[in-house]
């Protein structure tokens, strides 16, 4: 999405920074029968699967988050756990109100954001609150003298198959439970489906789930917004590193979803202290020839919801 929050200064410090470890959080944050959580071994080759994959160019795979800083920035997303004892705050939603969800919103203290410690990137901001069952969405985040300012934000409820009340990716869906994280790659299996990012998306269309495109491109083989990918089964995983290769079978069995523009091919994963970088740099001999596009009709239930049928039995 194209937020960005403007902080750079003309200092040269950079502050001490020991990078974050995350705690777990519940095995699904929306209900189970969403498209976060519905396997996609099952579904058939979209037709349009060969022409939209010659479209990306052979994209190398890229896990653009983990837990050393780079260029003063710890690449990746963190999100910030809070409850009903934290700060409700005002949030001056400044590029995007007329889509977002107006608030208040729980910031923690401090909290943190995207692009940490200097706060570059998309300055995205996630809070979960599992007890409420309430999760909230904020981009482009940052102090202001006194105020708090956003682009844009959105909340979500953790029970709901309903689509978010304001949102901060192009996709227009919730985007904790399509990040890749730390907790669970240790435990050896992923359980979602992965928010990906591509370069090339046709300009002006968009399939569902996605509801929104900021896409660019004019070749008419490029994919659209919201298009679905699979791993193909046959590709050969023997040399990845055991965090890449837990990501990868992630990516054959639920798959990754076209969510927002980006450079290249990169999915959406946590900043944590605890990832292998050169482990997941492993990910990068897969490219986009090695996926394939999946058709993901049969599965809709109603296109204003999250809501997909499941595998038959």
Known sequence: ???????????????????????????YLLPENTLFYRQVTDLPVSPDSE?????????PLVAPFGGKPYLGNVAGMPFNMVDKSTSLVDVALTQYPEIS??????????PLIEGLPNY???QHYLAIDPESRTAWELIALRRWFTRWEAGAGGRWNMDSVDYPDGWTIVAQLPLLPGVVRYEEVAAGRINHMILGMFEISAKGKHTWPARSTDGQSTDPDAP??????R????VDLSELGPQAKVVAQAAQT???????????????????????RNDLRTLETLTTDDFEFVDVSSIIIDEDTLAVNQPAS
């Open 1 to 27: 999405m194209t937020i960005i929050g403007v902080v750079t200064t003309g200092l040269t410090w950079r502050p001490s920074f020991d990078p974050p470890q995350f705690p777990e959080l519940p095995e």
């Open 51 to 59: 022409r939209w994959i010659g479209a990306l160019g052979a994209e």
């Open 101 to 110: 969800f107006p608030g208040p919103y729980p910031l923690a203290s401090p």
């Open 120 to 122: 570059g990137n998309d």
């Open 224 to 229: 659209p917004m919201g298009a679905w990918m």
């Open 231 to 234: 791993l193909r089964a046959d």
């Open 254 to 276: 639920y798959g990754i979803l076209i969510s927002d523009t980006g450079p290249g091919f990169r999915m959406r994963g946590t900043a944590d202290s605890r990832w292998d």
